[in-house]
């Protein structure tokens, strides 16, 4: 099992930054896919951006070039560097951790963290 507990957010004006951290009951790299999730008002719940044990990363196409995952093995943290924010990136953020064993797949969910971007 495994607990996530993010922290970061906050509300930033348009243009700003923010990094989000989620930090991780048990070592990273034994995670096989960590990644970044949100969900504005009235929308469904969406990836941002993922990194996988083996470093790779990727993002949605509205993130790239703007957001930056990565992760912290000494801290057990994962991070979502978050640049060049705009309105639209207003939302619920949460933490996910996806755990294949064999060919069992578990989900883990963080309790989320609150970003506004004013315009």
């Known amino acids: 099992q495994v607990q996530l507990v993010e922290s970061g957010g906050g509300l930033v004006q348009a243009g700003g930054s923010l990094r989000l951290s989620c930090a991780a009951s048990?070592?990273?790299?034994?995670?096989?896919?960590m990644g970044w999730y949100r969900q504005a008002p009235g929308k469904q719940r969406e990836l941002v951006a993922i990194i996988t044990s083996d470093g790779s990363t990727t993002y949605a196409d509205s993130v790239t070039g703007r957001f930056t995952i990565s992760g912290d093995n000494a801290k057990n943290t994962v991070y979502l560097e978050m640049n060049s924010l705009k309105p639209e990136d207003t939302a619920v953020y949460y933490c996910?951790?996806?755990?294949?064993?064999?060919?069992?797949?578990?989900?883990?969910w963080g309790q989320g963290t609150q970003v506004t971007v004013s315009s």
């Open positions: 996910n951790a996806q755990m294949i064993i064999i060919r069992a797949t578990y989900d883990y």
């Open positions: 048990r070592k990273i790299s034994s995670i096989t896919i």
